[in-house]
């Protein structure tokens, strides 16, 4: 990862993870310990399987940190699990962010992979 273009990504697909995941936690928190009013409801099993996959996608992005490709497979398929049982989230909204760093995820992996292949070669 020699190159300033995969240095620039590296530090963009890590930059973006965090925020999307601090920026979640807050949201959560909010929404945990200041509810709307009539929002004393418990959660239905949507919500907790819901919650699962968001959980399960952070974590990809967070493995992602070291194993690009498969964190961003993990963090990938849990968005469209997700986009199944919730497929609102499929309307143009920041919630896009989640799936682009995935797929910048797997670019960057593609990029040191090439960068590592013409090593190799050029030894």
Same mark, same amino acid.
């Given at each position: 990862? $020699? /190159? $300033? &273009? !995969?240095k /620039?990504?590296?530090?963009? /697909?890590r930059v973006? *993870?965090?925020?999307?995941i601090?920026?979640s936690?807050a949201?959560?928190?909010?929404?945990t310990?200041?509810?709307e *009013?009539? &929002?004393? !409801?418990?959660l239905? /099993? $949507?919500e907790?399987?819901?919650?699962c996959?968001?959980?399960?996608?952070f974590?990809?992005?967070?493995?992602?940190w070291?194993?690009e490709?498969?964190?961003?497979?993990? *963090?990938?398929v849990?968005?469209v699990?997700?986009?199944?049982i919730?497929?609102?989230i499929?309307v143009?909204s920041?919630?896009?962010?989640?799936?682009?760093?995935?797929i910048?995820?797997?670019?960057?992996w593609k990029? !040191? $992979?090439?960068?590592s !292949?013409?090593q190799n070669?050029a030894n």
């Open positions: 990862m $020699k /190159t $300033k &273009e !995969n /620039t990504l590296w530090w963009i /697909t973006l *993870s965090i925020l999307i601090v920026g936690i949201f959560y928190l909010a929404y310990l200041f509810p *009013s009539g &929002e004393g !409801n418990p239905t /099993t $949507k907790v399987i819901g919650f996959f968001v959980v399960i996608g974590i990809g992005l967070l493995l992602a070291k194993w490709l498969t964190g961003a497979i993990i *963090s990938l849990a968005y699990a997700l986009a199944v919730y497929p609102m499929l143009p920041p919630m896009y962010l989640w799936p682009a760093t995935a910048l995820f797997i670019v960057l990029r !040191n $992979k090439k960068y !292949n013409q070669i």
